[in-house]
């Protein structure tokens, strides 16, 4: 072992190495041997009833059940009261009838080809589901709660998860040492050697904001414990290991091993043996005969992190409304003060943080903000209302574009640091920055754990570029985007993905929206019905809502909605560069006060709006590209023939307003002007739904760049050669005459 404290060493080796540590007592050598049993005949039972279906059972380490549940009585004995556990899907159906103690007809149901599913989405397959479950420790007669995460077929991809949830419960609990609140993981000897993510969550441990002050971790080892069936009951072994799984059907099964040690000796007898083998046997087949009458499946009742009061007892939400995201403008200048300010005495700022300062005071002495406002605004407003705020990320203290300076550090201090988000008010929420690792796939498994734990807390993850966000592009497919269709799971995890062509290369220009937009679950075909509750319901049916704000004011309001809508849905935010400094990008506090809201939709406000009949175009886009199609508007003095209207909120998309503004220019052409290549953005997506609410009536017709195998190039001249390109092509009243579309 490779461990440089050596405390820790000495200690493994008194507990590992101390003469006679493995000597039970015979209540104890009784107690080893049933729950061996239960192991066992939970396993011997499946394979009865069920001889043909998968289940990737136990056999070959039937002990993990036994060593898992001393584990657990050991930790209640110490005062831990909540565990939360993570592992591949060998043994899970094991784990969850024999260590969380699942109802085993509930188990036994799902093996029933004729179980129909009720309707709370797609569901999984039975070794993918996680449970949560509170009841007595029989050995220490203590409550205790236990938490198995569901998760994808990906190995190890729980790990991160865990750990975050793990963290959260144990922040909202104050168990700073990891006292009461603790994480166990297994994993197999392949996947914990070969699989990256192990050691992106290892990387977490010691870091501030993401220990979780230990974690036990059980590795099934496949050179010592053995598969008796291959990779699953389907599989035949002997097609590729033949000699091996020879040995390996000659084994005598580690319960009649230990049953003869013990009736040997004396501790059990023979009939004592029997009369435990027969009560499990019993216990199953009472239970098997129960799972006959259920005959629908309840997704929620396999619910790994449920949110007591939250919602209806039928687990559906308490509205189907959103009140408005404005606040008070005395508390927009309050935080707005208090981000100008060091609250904190004696303490010296770097000179160059002191402009920032004085901006930030001189913006809100003018009611307007920028970007970094606008967020230091909706952040506040949170924790005065009680709300946990966490923001993680690569350098999000500071801000990959130095705009953000959430975190002051002393010029003449080493390591003294102020946060002034955590002085707004004496009574507030906590507010939690944090540098994480170099990691993404970890760090957003860990934040996406974090959300879990509770709905009443804006839980975000930074990348540093948007388009690093693939290195944990698991991460998004199996968990956020498909989570609550799989699992019944609610999540409210921010991603904030700097996005933009401003000609900096493939790998720092784009957040890849056109991937979140073609996970997005909403028909391009499908022309909805209109209602007062029509924004609410179209949320509620997302299965993410995924945004690209052209104004800080909306920045704002996305954030703020996101807390105050009565459900929790995953926020995809391609966020601003060049913008975080653009003298046009402010909004006034007019726009955030009481009473005002998300705009989903930003209509043209100019000229044009006030002459729809003479307008020629009118061109739809969304993000950065507005401000470049304003300023050439004016330049080419179109501003009463050219309409530009902004989609802020891309998906879900807002038919109702988008029908509004068709409407208001029945003899424009229609365009779509994006910056990004024609086989990435948002025209893909957005096309098939602008044909739809028209009734395919008319084109929609592209502007951008041509298609391209790269996200952006990487040569300035070739960047904004194009850029021309296609500003030319927006404002060219007559370039798509005579064309068919």
Same mark, same amino acid.
């Given at each position: 072992m490779f461990i440089n404290d050596v405390e820790q060493c000495q200690w493994i080796r008194q507990k590992f190495e101390t003469p006679g540590v493995m000597k039970f007592t015979n209540e104890e050598k009784r107690t080893l041997l049933a729950r061996l049993v239960r192991s066992?005949?939970?396993?011997?039972?499946?394979?009865?009833?069920?001889?043909?279906?998968?289940?990737?059972?136990?056999?070959?380490?039937?002990?993990?059940?036994?060593?898992?549940?001393?584990?657990?009585?050991?930790?209640?004995?110490?005062?831990i009261e909540y565990v939360i556990m993570g592992m591949p899907h060998r043994g899970r159906l094991n784990v969850l009838a024999n260590v969380i103690r699942k109802e085993l007809e509930q188990i036994f149901c799902q093996f029933d080809p004729k179980l129909e599913a009720a309707d709370e989405g797609s569901g999984d397959v039975k070794y993918h589901l996680g449970m949560y479950h509170e009841r007595i420790n029989r050995a220490t007669n203590k409550k205790i709660t236990l938490s198995l995460m569901a998760n994808p077929s990906h190995l190890e991809a729980v790990d991160p998860v865990v750990q975050g949830k793990t963290k959260?419960?144990?922040?909202?609990?104050?168990?700073?040492?990891?006292?009461?609140?603790?994480?166990?993981?297994?994993?197999?000897?392949?996947?914990?050697?070969?699989?990256?993510?192990?050691?992106?969550?290892?990387?977490?441990?010691?870091?501030?904001?993401?220990?979780?002050?230990?974690?036990?971790?059980?590795?099934?080892?496949?050179?010592?414990?053995?598969?008796?069936?291959g990779h699953n009951e389907m599989d035949e072994p002997m097609f590729t290991q033949p000699l091996m799984y020879k040995q390996i059907h000659k084994q005598v099964p580690?319960?009649?091993?230990?049953?003869?040690?013990?009736?040997?000796?004396?501790?059990?007898?023979?009939?004592?043996?029997?009369?435990?083998?027969?009560?499990?046997?019993?216990i199953c087949e009472e239970a098997y005969t129960r799972s006959k009458d259920n005959k629908i499946l309840h997704i929620k009742h396999w619910l790994d992190s449920p949110w007591p009061g939250f919602f209806n007892v039928d687990g559906e939400p308490k509205s189907m409304s959103c009140p408005p995201t404005g606040i008070s403008e005395d508390l927009l200048t309050h935080i707005g003060n208090v981000a100008s300010s060091v609250p904190?005495?004696?303490?010296? %700022? !770097?000179?160059? $943080? *002191?402009?920032?300062?004085?901006? &930030?005071?001189?913006?809100?002495?003018?009611?307007? +903000?920028?970007?970094?406002?606008?967020?230091?605004?909706?952040?506040?407003?949170?924790?005065?209302?009680? %709300? !946990?705020?966490? $923001? *993680?990320?690569?350098?999000?203290? &500071?801000?990959?574009?130095?705009?953000?300076?959430? +975190?002051?550090?002393d010029q003449e201090v080493d390591k003294r640091t102020c946060v002034p988000m955590n002085h707004l008010w004496e009574q507030q929420a906590p507010y939690t920055v944090c540098n994480s690792s170099l990691s993404e796939y970890g760090v957003l498994g860990f934040e996406l754990g974090f959300a879990m734990a509770s709905p009443n807390a804006l839980v975000c993850w930074e990348a540093q570029f948007g388009d690093f966000h693939n290195t944990a592009q698991c991460i998004i497919d199996q968990f956020i985007s498909s989570g609550q269709a799989k699992w019944v799971r609610h999540n409210g995890i921010v991603l904030l993905l700097p996005h933009g062509m401003e000609g900096m290369g493939p790998e720092h220009s784009s957040a890849r929206?056109?991937?979140?937009?073609?996970?997005?679950?909403?028909?391009?075909?499908?022309?909805?019905?209109?209602?007062?509750?029509?924004?609410?319901?179209?949320?509620?049916?997302?299965?993410?809502?995924?945004?690209?704000?052209?104004?800080?004011?909306?920045?704002?309001?996305?954030?703020?909605?996101?807390?105050?809508?009565?459900?929790?849905?995953?926020?995809?935010?391609?966020?601003p560069k060049s913008l975080l400094r653009h003298p046009e990008a402010k909004s006034s506090f007019d726009e955030m006060v009481s009473g005002t809201t998300f705009q989903r939709v930003i209509p043209e406000n100019g000229l044009?709006?006030?002459?729809?009949?003479?307008?020629?175009?009118?061109?739809?886009?969304?993000?950065?590209?507005?401000?470049?199609?304003?300023?050439?508007?004016?330049?080419?003095?179109?501003?009463?023939?050219?309409?530009?209207?902004?989609?802020?909120q891309i998906s879900p998309f807002p038919f109702d307003l988008l029908k509004e503004e068709l409407e208001k220019y029945p003899g424009a052409d229609l365009v779509w002007c994006q910056e990004e290549h024609k086989n990435s953005g948002y025209y893909d997506y957005v096309k098939p739904r602008f044909r739809t609410i028209v009734n395919h009536t008319r084109p929609i017709w592209y502007v951008g760049r041509e298609p391209a195998a790269a996200a952006a190039t990487g040569n300035k001249n070739t960047h904004l050669v194009s850029l021309r390109r296609f500003l030319d092509t927006a404002f060219n009243l007559e370039a798509f005459e005579g064309k068919t579309f």
């Open positions: 066992m005949r939970f396993e011997d039972f499946l394979a009865r009833k069920w001889s043909s279906e998968k289940r990737f059972g136990l056999e070959g380490c039937e002990v993990m059940i036994p060593a898992l549940k001393t584990i657990i009585d050991k930790s209640s004995e110490m005062g959260a419960e144990q922040f909202y609990r104050g168990d700073t040492a990891g006292k009461k609140v603790m994480s166990i993981l297994l994993h197999g000897d392949a996947a914990f050697a070969g699989q990256g993510v192990v050691y992106e969550t290892f990387h977490l441990s010691d870091l501030p904001s993401y220990t979780t002050n230990g974690t036990i971790h059980v590795v099934v080892n496949n050179q010592v414990c053995y598969r008796r069936r580690v319960l009649k091993k230990y049953a003869d040690k013990l009736i040997a000796d004396g501790t059990v007898t023979l009939q004592e043996f029997e009369e435990e083998i027969a009560k499990y046997d019993r904190v005495k004696d303490f010296k %700022i !770097h000179a160059g $943080l *002191s402009r920032i300062l004085r901006a &930030r005071l001189e913006m809100t002495k003018n009611r307007v +903000v920028d970007w970094a406002l606008a967020e230091y605004m909706a952040f506040g407003s949170f924790l005065k209302e009680g %709300i !946990h705020v966490r $923001l *993680s990320g690569q350098d999000v203290e &500071r801000g990959t574009f130095s705009h953000r300076h959430h +975190v002051l550090h929206p056109e991937r979140f937009l073609q996970m997005s679950n909403d028909d391009s075909d499908a022309y909805p019905e209109f209602s007062e509750q029509f924004e609410v319901s179209q949320l509620y049916e997302c299965n993410w809502i995924v945004v690209n704000c052209s104004t800080p004011a909306n920045y704002f309001h996305v954030l703020r909605r996101q807390i105050l809508l009565p459900f929790r849905k995953p926020l995809i935010i391609l966020t044009a709006a006030h002459v729809p009949h003479e307008v020629k175009r009118v061109i739809f886009c969304t993000g950065k590209v507005y401000y470049d199609l304003v300023k050439e508007r004016k330049n080419q003095d179109l501003e009463k023939q050219v309409a530009i209207t902004r989609l802020e």
